[in-house]
């Protein structure tokens, strides 16, 4: 017997339906839907009932088709599912590819979307529902406001009493436990907040980080037996039937809910158990109601703030509401550690679907030390910078590589565990960088490098600062302003705060529009150096980046950064060896430097259509060195000479051989050596292999490459005769002795 199936993809919204048209059993996930066409998304992957095992099809949109039950198998007890994801066939036609899932695969698959379901009336943020909720209850919104200017108008009135008198230095402990007690009777909206005042040394004293720091994962709890209602309501299941054990007050409480540790019942794994807070949605949707009213007044009546201030308010909210479904964090988590878990250095825990819904969040247990614990991280034997820089890593990897980012890196939800990895939580507030912005971004940092400001400034066009129509000419000046003064320090000086304050000032003189993403970003970056300055008051994020924007650079076929590898190289006509001898140290200190893919982009535009204009500077460089090698071999061969052997040479003299002055022997001498300094950059890289000089082989036999060659050879012929007659034609010298 066949199991047959009609599949139908919307090109237009990602969407598939299928129609069973018979099988032993239909999914359990729409038991009652077989022999009718129901559609479904992508993500559930729950679209059709065949035989366990693996069998790949692709198939034109819309397309009818049949997977085939091999000879002598038999439908099984467990019913497997088809993975469907939109891609283009070789004619760029739009099809849908199909994976059939079995075993364990397909069991996860279905228990993710039950948790899907079971989360199906998770609140989302909708800024007219909040209008409308909280606008016809004025009394409600003007008693959260005065409790609210009361509780830090009393605070700042405590602070400039303390200013007066001189006893600011004396009561900061006590006002920083003032502080955190305020935040935490104001509820989750400004205990997130102070989470994020609690990892900036640079904005805080200490008093105020180490009591503000209580407030990631040290907050009041809620009632138990609340929480495991809660749980059992969720899942629909008693709770004895899940956990063997759990234990009986929670681990730890942060702003949004409460963690348990507990024991499943089926296979004895240990995991934590996150439950909401009851009330949560209510209480944070009073208080962005409130602020958003804020932003619409700065944005109607402060001038100088140019940034749409409700549009950040909104990004905020809508991750923080996504926050509460605790399914979307599971999905988060899953997704984040497809793409960064990869590294051996990085552990993201599993998802239990099964024990998840909206409101109950199950995953891997997780045995670690928070970072900004410095003792109890070096007590194990770790070092807090090396698990920072291993997070700035992942960071720029998030940000710069596929654009899906942790946006609330605080100590509570980074680990260091006993073997020394950095382990990740809390995936409830993600955000992404557009593509585009992505490339921008390391261009904006090669640009600064190069101090070239009006790039800088077009940068912002690709970043979506600036609407296409604004004329960048008068912000170059104050970039360079700032900037020149800035990178004044070596990059190992620079502070990351330092260049993102800078910057705010430009931003603030001008029509910037800063997107949301971007402030989601400094959020991150600025989190990460605030972590490490816990451990290294010097530690700057940009020294620790630099490697990773070289390798980018080096490696990376973009066509926005393979333009700005060659802007970097090349200025006035001539190849900065020394710009590429730096950015090949720094990107060998990233522990994914490939030696064999450093520089293929520039070759590949070097033999390309396009590439007339960097061939002929290329050609010119060609020249250039390997007149340098010959030469500055002759030149070893005329020092290394015995004496009687070197008179013996035309026209010698002091200079030797070569018709040249010594500072032009010098300066060739230094070429050459660099060069070479480059070539042993490449080859003592544990990535290099002598068969990635036969792509280049194979591209030079080509007409565009024997074209190249052939003009580099008469190019090189030529100086070289050039020499031979000037050191013919040159006068020689009479010794001093035979005067």
């Not at 839907?33 to 034109?60: D, E, F, R």
Request: hydrophobic fraction near 40%.
């Amino acid at each position: 017997m066949n199991t047959a199936a009609e599949v139908g993809q919307s090109v237009t919204n990602g969407s598939f339906w299928f129609t069973h048209v018979h099988g032993s059993r239909a999914s359990n996930l729409y038991p009652n839907k077989t022999q009718k066409k129901v559609k479904i998304s992508a993500m559930a992957a729950m679209n059709l009932v065949v035989s366990p095992g693996v069998h790949y099809s692709c198939l034109k949109a819309g397309n009818r088709f049949s997977i085939s039950k091999p000879k002598g198998y038999k439908l099984g007890p467990r019913a497997a599912l088809v993975e469907a994801g939109p891609r283009v066939d070789g004619n760029g036609t739009p099809a849908v590819a199909l994976q059939v899932l079995g075993g364990d695969r397909a069991a996860e698959l279905q228990a993710e979307a039950k948790a899907m379901a079971r989360a199906a009336n998770a609140s989302v943020y909708s800024p007219e529902l909040l209008a409308n909720k909280y606008g016809s209850r004025p009394v409600q919104a003007v008693k959260r406001t005065l409790e609210i200017l009361v509780a830090l108008g009393s605070f700042g009135t405590k602070l400039l009493f303390d200013q007066r008198n001189g006893t600011l230095d004396r009561n900061k402990r006590e006002r920083a436990i003032e502080l955190r007690s305020i935040f935490t009777r104001l509820g989750p909206t400004f205990v997130k907040l102070g989470q994020g005042l609690s990892t900036r040394p640079d904005l805080c004293p200490p008093e105020y980080l180490e009591e503000l720091a209580e407030l990631q994962d040290a907050l009041p709890t809620f009632p138990d037996a609340d929480a495991f209602s809660c749980i059992e309501r969720e899942l629909g299941m008693p709770i004895e039937s899940i956990f063997s054990s759990i234990s009986a007050s929670p681990i730890a409480a942060a702003s949004l809910g409460q963690v348990y540790k507990a024991q499943l019942k089926y296979s004895g794994q240990t995991v934590a158990v996150k439950v909401q807070r009851p009330g949560i949605e209510e209480a944070i949707g009073l208080d962005f109601y409130l602020i958003r009213g804020l932003g619409l007044f700065i944005n109607k009546y402060v001038d100088i703030i140019t940034t749409d201030v409700v549009a950040l308010i909104d990004e905020f909210s809508r991750r923080v509401y996504q926050e509460l479904n605790y399914v979307q964090e599971g999905q988060n988590a899953k997704k984040f550690k497809t793409l960064y878990a990869d590294k051996e250095d990085i552990l993201v825990p599993d998802i239990y679907w099964k024990y998840t819904s909206g409101k109950v969040l199950t995953m891997e247990w997780v045995n670690g030390v928070k970072l900004n614990q410095q003792a109890a991280i070096e007590s194990q034997g770790l070092k807090v910078i090396d698990l920072v820089t291993t997070g700035i890593q992942c960071s720029l990897r998030q940000l710069l590589e596929h654009g899906y980012f942790h946006a609330d890196p605080h100590p509570g939800n980074l680990l260091a565990t006993p073997e020394g990895k950095l382990a990740f939580l809390d995936f409830g507030m993600m955000s992404e960088t557009p593509e585009d912005a992505r490339s921008a971004i390391i261009g904006h940092v090669v640009h600064m490098v190069n101090r070239d400001y009006d790039a800088m400034a077009r940068d912002y066009y690709a970043l979506d600062f600036l609407a296409t129509d604004v004329d960048v000419s008068p912000i170059v000046p104050a970039l360079r302003d700032f900037f020149d003064d800035a990178l004044n320090y070596t990059v190992s000086e620079l502070n990351f705060k330092t260049l993102v304050d800078g910057l705010g000032n430009v931003l603030y003189q001008y029509p910037f529009n800063v997107p949301a993403y971007y402030a989601l970003i400094l959020r991150s970056l600025t989190v990460l150096e605030g972590l490490a300055l816990y451990a290294d008051p010097n530690f700057k994020v940009l020294a620790a980046s630099y490697p990773y924007f070289a390798k980018r650079l080096l490696t990376d076929p973009n066509p926005y950064l393979r333009d700005a590898l060659v802007e970097l190289l090349f200025k006035d006509g001539r190849f900065r060896w020394n710009r590429l001898e730096n950015l090949l140290i720094e990107g060998k200190k990233d522990r994914d430097f490939s030696a064999k893919d450093a520089l293929q982009p520039v070759l590949k535009l070097l033999l390309g259509p396009d590439g007339e204009e960097l061939r002929t500077l290329t050609i010119k460089e060609a020249i250039r060195v390997t007149e340098a090698v010959i030469l500055g071999s002759v030149a070893d061969a005329y020092n290394s000479a015995p004496s009687f052997v070197q008179t013996l040479m035309i026209n010698g003299n002091g200079n030797g051989p070569l018709a040249m002055s010594s500072g032009d022997l010098e300066a060739m001498m230094d070429l050459r050596n660099q060069v070479v300094r480059i070539w042993a950059l490449l080859t003592s890289s544990e990535t290099f292999d002598p068969a990635l000089l036969q792509p280049i082989l194979q591209v030079l036999q080509q007409p565009e490459g024997r074209s190249l060659g052939g003009r580099v050879i008469g190019g090189i012929t030529q100086r070289l005769a050039a020499r031979l007659l000037q050191q013919l034609l040159r006068t020689p010298t009479v010794p001093a002795s035979s005067l």
